[in-house]
Protein backbone atom coordinates (compact mmCIF):
# COMPACT_ATOMS: atom_id res chain seq x y z
CA UNK A 1 0.00 0.00 0.00
CA UNK A 2 1.12 3.34 -0.86
CA UNK A 3 1.41 5.60 1.60
CA UNK A 4 2.90 9.46 1.68
CA UNK A 5 3.29 11.67 4.73
CA UNK A 6 4.38 15.41 4.75
CA UNK A 7 5.22 17.04 7.07
CA UNK A 8 7.04 20.83 7.78
CA UNK A 9 4.04 22.98 7.40
CA UNK A 10 3.13 25.80 9.62
CA UNK A 11 2.24 29.45 10.56
CA UNK A 12 5.56 31.90 9.29
CA UNK A 13 6.03 35.31 8.52
CA UNK A 14 6.32 36.90 5.29
CA UNK A 15 9.88 36.44 3.78
CA UNK A 16 10.28 33.45 6.09
CA UNK A 17 11.50 29.83 5.39
CA UNK A 18 9.59 26.69 5.52
CA UNK A 19 11.32 23.18 4.82
CA UNK A 20 8.46 20.45 3.88
CA UNK A 21 9.32 16.92 4.14
CA UNK A 22 7.23 13.67 2.26
CA UNK A 23 8.26 10.70 2.82
CA UNK A 24 7.13 7.50 1.07
CA UNK A 25 6.23 4.15 1.88
CA UNK A 26 5.14 1.15 -0.29
CA UNK A 27 6.79 2.42 -3.55
CA UNK A 28 10.30 1.62 -4.77
CA UNK A 29 10.85 5.14 -4.20
CA UNK A 30 13.98 5.88 -6.88
CA UNK A 31 11.50 4.71 -9.50
CA UNK A 32 9.05 7.16 -8.91
CA UNK A 33 9.01 11.09 -10.01
CA UNK A 34 8.69 13.13 -7.05
CA UNK A 35 6.18 16.34 -7.27
CA UNK A 36 4.99 19.06 -4.21
CA UNK A 37 1.66 20.68 -5.28
CA UNK A 38 -0.51 22.99 -3.19
CA UNK A 39 -4.16 24.13 -3.44
CA UNK A 40 -5.19 27.29 -1.98
CA UNK A 41 -8.65 28.20 -0.56
CA UNK A 42 -10.92 28.18 -3.75
CA UNK A 43 -8.51 27.70 -6.15
CA UNK A 44 -7.60 24.41 -8.06
CA UNK A 45 -4.52 22.48 -7.28
CA UNK A 46 -1.61 23.70 -9.20
CA UNK A 47 2.10 22.24 -9.45
CA UNK A 48 4.78 23.93 -7.35
CA UNK A 49 7.59 21.72 -8.47
CA UNK A 50 8.71 18.20 -9.63
CA UNK A 51 11.24 16.23 -9.25
CA UNK A 52 12.34 13.02 -11.66
CA UNK A 53 14.09 9.71 -11.00
CA UNK A 54 17.46 11.53 -12.07
CA UNK A 55 17.40 14.44 -10.28
CA UNK A 56 15.85 16.56 -13.22
CA UNK A 57 13.75 18.85 -11.79
CA UNK A 58 10.89 21.76 -12.76
CA UNK A 59 9.44 24.61 -10.93
CA UNK A 60 6.61 26.65 -11.33
CA UNK A 61 7.29 30.25 -12.28
CA UNK A 62 6.22 31.66 -8.68
CA UNK A 63 8.65 28.83 -7.38
CA UNK A 64 11.34 29.91 -9.24
CA UNK A 65 13.95 31.22 -7.57
CA UNK A 66 13.01 30.87 -4.23
CA UNK A 67 12.03 27.13 -3.88
CA UNK A 68 14.37 24.54 -4.09
CA UNK A 69 12.86 20.51 -4.54
CA UNK A 70 15.19 17.64 -3.62
CA UNK A 71 15.23 13.70 -2.50
CA UNK A 72 16.81 11.79 -1.05
CA UNK A 73 16.48 8.33 -2.11
CA UNK A 74 18.09 6.44 0.86
CA UNK A 75 15.59 8.14 3.01
CA UNK A 76 12.67 7.76 0.75
CA UNK A 77 12.17 11.36 1.24
CA UNK A 78 11.23 14.48 -1.05
CA UNK A 79 11.96 17.81 0.39
CA UNK A 80 10.86 21.35 -0.56
CA UNK A 81 12.88 23.84 0.81
CA UNK A 82 10.47 27.16 0.90
CA UNK A 83 12.77 30.78 1.44
CA UNK A 84 11.55 34.09 0.62
CA UNK A 85 8.12 32.77 1.14
CA UNK A 86 4.88 35.45 0.54
CA UNK A 87 1.12 35.48 1.88
CA UNK A 88 -0.06 34.18 -1.55
CA UNK A 89 2.25 31.35 -0.77
CA UNK A 90 -0.48 30.07 1.76
CA UNK A 91 -1.95 26.80 0.92
CA UNK A 92 -2.12 22.72 1.60
CA UNK A 93 0.78 21.48 0.03
CA UNK A 94 0.58 17.92 -1.10
CA UNK A 95 3.21 15.67 -2.44
CA UNK A 96 2.79 12.75 -5.21
CA UNK A 97 4.69 9.81 -6.62
CA UNK A 98 4.05 9.34 -10.35
CA UNK A 99 5.49 5.84 -11.86
CA UNK A 100 3.83 4.51 -14.74
CA UNK A 101 0.17 5.13 -14.59
CA UNK A 102 -0.29 5.28 -11.11
CA UNK A 103 -0.21 8.51 -9.63
CA UNK A 104 -0.58 8.90 -5.79
CA UNK A 105 -1.14 11.25 -3.05
CA UNK A 106 -0.67 12.72 0.88
CA UNK A 107 -2.85 14.11 2.45
CA UNK A 108 -0.85 17.35 2.76
CA UNK A 109 0.33 19.87 5.16
CA UNK A 110 -0.83 23.40 6.08
CA UNK A 111 1.21 26.32 5.23
CA UNK A 112 0.53 29.92 6.04
CA UNK A 113 2.39 32.87 5.55
CA UNK A 114 0.89 36.04 7.94
CA UNK A 115 2.33 38.74 10.34
Known amino acids: QVQLVESGGGLVQPGGSLRLSCEAS????????MGWYRQAPGKQREVVAR???????IYADSAKGRFTIFRDNAKNTVYLQMNSLKPEDTAVYYC?????????WGRGTQVTISA
Open 51 to 57: IGTGGMT
Open 26 to 33: GIIFSDNV
Open 96 to 104: DAVRGGRNS
